[in-house]
Each structure stands twice: as structure tokens, then as C-alpha cells.
């Protein structure tokens, strides 16, 4: 009868060498790496001969093992503090990284299971202790406050509030925007030139209400000029504009 040997899984490489170096009992500082790695490639072989996957990281692994076997044959290497070179000083360093993880996660998953033994007590207050709010206690609100400082405050918040208006801004009325017919304004200054037919510049915008309607008044004024409706002259330097129309000359 054959014997069933079933191999024990380990998550990775790492976890295969921890398990060897705690096996023999061996100081993870000073890994013997013959044996090491003669007892890892054996189970290797028990891995390939029991038809069980063997992945890549198992035998970069391997290969690491043979590699640093090979430099420990060799005479050692040193460095520029003159210090010799530890062939296995990385692959311990990765060991004791994985080993500290390794045992943090086994604590988290032992207070995982104890937090699954606790049972918590669900919320059943009465609605009428959540809903009960104190009394409020009027001398203990207004302390040792008077009715003089209570109107001195008072008194103080309505000057702070007076400090925060602006004197000239305040008096300002609501800008709004003031539209003039372009149009309208034409027609009533064709009007105004049929009914007076010699007049001041000066005389027409007297009679305009804003500045915009001033401003469209003198376009207006512009474009009868151009299509030669009207004349102009002014006697002397800034004198009166002297309109005429043409219509009535």
C-alpha cells in the first residue's frame, strides 16, 4: 500500500522559509543556507511530484536560494566601510518584514473573533426621555446681569450696527439702467427741425431729460448732417452751434 503524504500550503516563499527556520529551530540572523535551501528545494520536488502547482514566486525563490548558496562558496565582498558583505543580509530583511506582517494580521484576526463575541445592546430609549429637555432656569440664564447692563448692550449692538453704514453710500438711490428709443428720438428730432427751421444746438438739448437722451440727440444730429438735411456754423470759438435746414433755406 502506497502512503498518502498531503503537504502542508503555505501562502508564498516567505512563508515556506519561516516555517523552515522555526522547524529547525535556527536563528533567522544566521540562516544555514545549505540546508535551507537543500530542505526547500525538497519540498519543491514534493510539490511537483504530488501534481500540485508550483508558481512562479516559488521558484524566482529557488533560484534566489541557489544564487546566494553559490556567492557563500565565494570569498565574501566588501564594501567601502570596509565591512564584509552578508550574501544573505536582503533575504533576511524580507523575512522579518513578512514575519511582522505575518503576526499583525494573526492579531487582527484574533480580535476580529472576540469582537464577534460581543453582542451589543440595540437603541430602545422611550420617546419621552429623548424627547424631555430641562427646564430653563431664568436666573441662572441671566446671571448677575441688570437691566441697566441689558440696555447697555443692547445700546452697544445698535452702535455697532450704525458703524457698519456707510455715511455717503447709504444715501444713494437704485441705479437703473435708463433705455432711449433710437427711433423715437429720430423721428422727434426730424419733427423739431420742420417746426423750427433756425435754431441753437444748445436750445435743442434743453430740452433733453438725461445725458443719454443728450448723447442720442447729437448722433441724431450727426446723421442729418451726413445725409445733408441740415447745416451748421458757429461765428465764434466755442459759440453757439447755429442749425439750419436746408428743407426750409
Keep these: 500500500m502506497s502512503l498518502e503524504v498531503k503537504l502542508?500550503?503555505?501562502?508564498?516563499?516567505?512563508?515556506?522559509?519561516?516555517?523552515?527556520?522555526?522547524?529547525?529551530?535556527?536563528?533567522i540572523y544566521d540562516i544555514p543556507i545549505f540546508t535551507i535551501t537543500e530542505q526547500y528545494m525538497q519540498y519543491i520536488g514534493a510539490m511537483k511530484?504530488?501534481?500540485?502547482?508550483?508558481?512562479?514566486?516559488?521558484?524566482?525563490m529557488a533560484a534566489t536560494l541557489i544564487d546566494i548558496k553559490c556567492k557563500m562558496l565565494l570569498p565574501k565582498e566588501v564594501n567601502e566601510e570596509g565591512e564584509e558583505e552578508d550574501p544573505r543580509a536582503e533575504l533576511v530583511e524580507k523575512l522579518l518584514e513578512y514575519k511582522m506582517y505575518k503576526y499583525m494580521a494573526y492579531e487582527l484576526?484574533?480580535?476580529?473573533?472576540?469582537?464577534?463575541?460581543?453582542?451589543?445592546?440595540s437603541k430602545n430609549?422611550?420617546?419621552?426621555?429623548?424627547?424631555y429637555e430641562p427646564p430653563v432656569d431664568l436666573t441662572d440664564l441671566i446671571g448677575n446681569a441688570t437691566l441697566s447692563k441689558l440696555n447697555a448692550?443692547?445700546?452697544d449692538l445698535l452702535k455697532r450696527q450704525?458703524?457698519?453704514?456707510?455715511?455717503i453710500r447709504s444715501k444713494f438711490g437704485n441705479i437703473e439702467k435708463e433705455e432711449v428709443d433710437m427711433d423715437a428720438k429720430y423721428l422727434y428730432v426730424k419733427a423739431y427741425i420742420r417746426e423750427h427751421s433756425r435754431f441753437s444746438?444748445?436750445?435743442l438739448l434743453e430740452k433733453q431729460h438725461s445725458k443719454n437722451e443728450i448723447i442720442v440727440t447729437f448722433l441724431?444730429?450727426?446723421?442729418?448732417?451726413?445725409?445733408?438735411?441740415?447745416?451748421?456754423e458757429q461765428e465764434t470759438t466755442f459759440g453757439d452751434i447755429i442749425i439750419t435746414s436746408r428743407k426750409a433755406s
Design 125 to 131: 430609549i422611550p420617546k419621552e426621555v429623548k424627547e
Design 8 to 27: 502542508q500550503v503555505f501562502e508564498g516563499p516567505l512563508d515556506l522559509l519561516l516555517h523552515l527556520i522555526d522547524k529547525n529551530q535556527i536563528d
Design 162 to 167: 450704525e458703524d457698519k453704514v456707510d455715511p
Design 220 to 232: 441724431v444730429m450727426l446723421e442729418e448732417i451726413k445725409l445733408g438735411e441740415i447745416e451748421i
Design 109 to 121: 484576526k484574533d480580535r476580529q473573533m472576540d469582537a464577534g463575541l460581543s453582542w451589543y445592546r
Design 49 to 60: 511530484k504530488e501534481d500540485m502547482e508550483v508558481t512562479s514566486e516559488f521558484l524566482v
Design 201 to 203: 444746438f444748445r436750445q
Design 153 to 155: 448692550i443692547f445700546q
